[in-house]
């Protein structure tokens, strides 16, 4: 899913600099963690091209289909943090 932060017509009291350089930008949700109020839940997500995570509000947020498939790259070998065997 895709998520746009909106332009609010007023800053909601959690916001940061961090939160105020991605008004109006677009990134991809990569979870959803419940919190009070229940009705509007943190919702984790990353924004290109540097990958910086950052939690909004639901309520703050335009969320809907991507316009492309997301393309995930690859981190790295499967379990190459594990102690190699002979």
């Known amino acids: 899913m895709a998520a746009s932060v909106r332009t609010p017509g007023y ?5 940061t600099d961090v939160h105020r350089g991605y008004v109006g930008s677009t990134g991809i949700v990569h979870a959803i963690v ?4 229940r009705e ?3 919702v984790k997500v990353k924004f290109p091209p540097d990958d ?7 309520s ?3 969320v809907r289909d991507p316009d492309e498939p997301v393309r995930h790259e690859k981190h ?3 379990a ?3 102690p190699k065997t002979s």
């Open 11 to 15: 800053e909601p009291t959690y916001f």
């Open 34 to 37: 419940p919190a009070v109020p």
């Open 40 to 42: 509007d839940p943190l």
């Open 52 to 58: 910086r995570i950052v939690f909004f509000r639901l």
């Open 60 to 62: 703050d947020l335009d």
């Open 76 to 78: 790295g070998d499967r």
């Open 80 to 82: 190459s943090h594990l």
